[in-house]
Every structure is written in structure tokens, then in C-alpha cells.
């Protein structure tokens, strides 16, 4: 599908009450700012990928897609900028899964310490998946991640069977037997 087609497949699941996979979510919120968009580049570093920058613009500030939606960009608890922010200057602890790369978002919360990761270093949006620390890159860029949704594909196995080795990082706890 062409990044309009997507616009489109979203903003119609949206006008049907569907912005998410949660049945109570009716409603999704407004589109961002032109200049919420760019204070959030700003502080990010790296310009949002053209797909992920139009939902914004177009459709939502945050509240669309897989499981509850992606993040709003600057709600002040779980905005994606200032989640971003806190990640890129803690300062973790030994056990802690070492820090995302500049330019890698958490996007989108699965619950149970799931995350999809967005990579805006890519220009298409590379995803990563974070499953309890342990994270991997995705063979799949936001329009096809975007896509598998919209299509219904997008589920916990789904992401599983596209991790990619290269950039991965595996916590010690992963080889431990109960």
C-alpha cells in the first residue's frame, strides 16, 4: 500500500470507531500541531519519518493503531518526546538493558513490558520490539508495521518471527530456566 492508501485505511478505521484494537476506544484525539510536530523533531533530533509525521499532522496526536494506539507526542506522563527524554538521560544500573540508540523511540505499549519501537534514523521508520528489556530490530519499516495492522497480521508472533540479529540485545536473564 501507498502512504496514502495507509492515511486512508487509518483514517476510515478511525471514522468507524476503531482507532485501536481496544473496542472502547471510540474516539481518537486531535492531530498535532505543525509546531508540536517540530518542537518533537527538535527535541528528538531526527525529523519523524513521513508516514509516522502525517498520521500526526493528519489523523491523531497519538491514540491510533495496534493495542491501546501509538504514544501522543508530548502528553506529559507517557508522551513519546518525554519518555524519550527520561530514557536518553538515565543513567541505568548494571542489570538494566543498555540505553536505545539516539533517534529510537518508544512508539507504541503492548502492555506486560512490550513496546514497538520506532528508529527515526531511518527513513521509513525502522521498528524494533522490546519484550521485557530484551529487544530486537524488525525486518519491517512503519508503513509495513502500519500496514499489518490495518490488514490484522500484526500480532505478538507476527513481530516475533521478523526479529533480526543485528542490533539486538538479549538481557542475561534470557537463558535462565525457572
Avoid at 542489570?95 to 513496546?115: Q, R
Avoid at 519491517?140 to 543485528?166: K, N, V
Wanted: charged share 25%; proline share 9%.
Amino acid at each position: 500500500m501507498t502512504d496514502d492508501e495507509l492515511v486512508e485505511a487509518v483514517r476510515a478505521r478511525v471514522k468507524a470507531g476503531r482507532p485501536t484494537d481496544f473496542a472502547s476506544t471510540l474516539a481518537a484525539p486531535e492531530p498535532a500541531s505543525l509546531d508540536e510536530v517540530e518542537d518533537a523533531e527538535r527535541a528528538i533530533g531526527f525529523r519523524l519519518p513521513p508516514l509516522v509525521r502525517r498520521l500526526y499532522l493528519e489523523i491523531a496526536d497519538g491514540g491510533i493503531g495496534p493495542f491501546l494506539g501509538v504514544s501522543s507526542l508530548h502528553d506529559e506522563e507517557l508522551g513519546m518526546v518525554n519518555v524519550y527524554l527520561s530514557c536518553l538521560n538515565a543513567e541505568p544500573s548494571p542489570e538494566d538493558p543498555p540505553s536505545l540508540p539516539p533517534g529510537v523511540l518508544f512508539l507504541c505499549d503492548f502492555g506486560c513490558a512490550m513496546w514497538a519501537l520506532l528508529d527515526c534514523r531511518h527513513p521509513a521508520g525502522q521498528m524494533w520490539w522490546w519484550e521485557e528489556g530484551d529487544r530486537h530490530k524488525l525486518d519491517l519499516t512503519f508503513p509495513q508495521w502500519i500496514q499489518a495492522w490495518i490488514e490484522g497480521d500484526l500480532t505478538h508472533d507476527y513481530m516475533e518471527a521478523r526479529q533480526l540479529l543485528d542490533e539486538s540485545w538479549v538481557g542475561p536473564w534470557a537463558d535462565e530456566q525457572p
